[in-house]
């Protein structure tokens, strides 16, 4: 990571898959405990990050004590976060809980020279995402009203990610995407979860990164699903204001 008093520090954490009871596991792994850890391990990077980004599947059993965990472990650190659903988690439910300072429901957020646009991919009752119209549009205007250096964050991964069963249930209408992000040069870097597992893949200038989980990992490059070794990370990012960046992800060892 390169230090500059000029750029903008941000952080993604993703897929946490909360529930209400902290000490419940998924496929072996108590969620909240991992995240704690990440979390600390978070806590110790220098200089701290401007932002946070979490993008998706906070929670697994889709309830409001989940995402109070999620509200009570993120408002600790003090540093202001943003959200996006997945398609384990209920809008309606983060809205009402995760709206309270440091953590906002914003989805356009101006900082360090960028623009940072959060989109909704999620779908009521679907593995798979997609962008609504609605949601398309208001992007388009986004860009339309600011030429600065542009992150995108979004649950799904429009881009293949060669794990056969993962891109069967990633963004379903990518193309559409692409043809907004094809015709507005500053947009510089998608983010995304879902996939749990570190990705990475430039289309036309865009730099496209994919996150490993807070928790449980995903073997990349499978034909059908499969629980991966690797440990639970973040990522980390540095902006600068002339639309170059720096990334890192960070592997947190569990006790």
């Given at each position: 990571?390169?230090?500059?008093?000029?750029?903008?520090?941000?952080?993604?954490?993703?897929?946490?898959?909360?529930?209400?009871?902290?000490?419940?596991?998924?496929?072996?792994?108590?969620?909240?405990?991992?995240?704690?850890?990440?979390?600390?391990?978070?806590?110790?990077?220098?200089?701290?990050?401007d932002v946070l980004l979490l993008t998706g599947d906070l929670s697994q059993d889709e309830t409001t004590e989940s995402y109070e965990q999620l509200q009570s472990h993120i408002s600790a650190?003090?540093?202001?976060?943003?959200?996006?659903?997945?398609?384990?988690?209920?809008?309606?439910?983060?809205?009402?809980?995760?709206?309270?300072?440091?953590?906002?429901?914003?989805?356009?957020?101006?900082?360090?020279?960028?623009?940072?646009?959060?989109?909704?991919?999620?779908?009521?009752?679907?593995?798979?995402?997609?962008?609504?119209?609605?949601?398309?549009?208001?992007?388009?205007?986004?860009?339309?009203?600011?030429?600065?250096?542009?992150?995108?964050?979004?649950?799904?991964?429009?881009?293949?990610?060669?794990?056969?069963?993962?891109?069967?249930?990633?963004?379903?209408?990518?193309?559409?995407?692409?043809?907004?992000?094809?015709?507005?040069?500053?947009?510089?870097?998608?983010?995304?979860?879902?996939?749990?597992?570190?990705?990475?893949?430039?289309?036309?200038?865009?730099?496209?990164?994919?996150?490993?989980?807070?928790?449980?990992?995903?073997?990349?490059?499978?034909?059908?699903?499969?629980?991966?070794?690797?440990?639970?990370?973040?990522?980390?990012?540095?902006?600068?204001?002339?639309?170059?960046?720096?990334?890192?992800?960070?592997?947190?060892?569990?006790?």
């Amino acid at each position: 990571m390169t230090n500059s008093p000029v750029s903008l520090r941000v952080a993604q954490i993703t897929d946490t898959h909360l529930f209400a009871d902290p000490e419940r596991e998924m496929m072996g792994c108590v969620t909240a405990r991992s995240l704690q850890a990440v979390l600390a391990q978070l806590q110790q990077v220098q200089p701290q990050p401007d932002v946070l980004l979490l993008t998706g599947d906070l929670s697994q059993d889709e309830t409001t004590e989940s995402y109070e965990q999620l509200q009570s472990h993120i408002s600790a650190l003090g540093i202001p976060a943003y959200w996006i659903p997945g398609n384990h988690d209920r809008p309606e439910l983060m809205d009402q809980v995760l709206a309270t300072a440091p953590i906002s429901t914003q989805k356009a957020i101006q900082c360090g020279g960028w623009n940072l646009l959060l989109l909704t991919s999620s779908i009521a009752g679907r593995v798979e995402g997609g962008l609504s119209a609605e949601t398309l549009d208001w992007l388009e205007q986004q860009l339309q009203a600011s030429d600065h250096p542009t992150l995108i964050a979004l649950h799904h991964p429009p881009l293949l990610i060669d794990s056969e069963w993962m891109d069967q249930i990633g963004l379903r209408n990518a193309t559409d995407l692409f043809a907004i992000l094809d015709r507005n040069p500053q947009v510089k870097l998608v983010l995304f979860g879902h996939i749990h597992q570190e990705f990475i893949q430039t289309r036309n200038g865009v730099t496209y990164l994919g996150t490993p989980s807070t928790c449980v990992q995903f073997e990349p490059r499978q034909a059908q699903f499969a629980i991966g070794s690797q440990k639970p990370g973040f990522r980390l990012l540095t902006l600068f204001p002339n639309g170059s960046h720096s990334t890192v992800v960070q592997r947190v060892e569990l006790e």
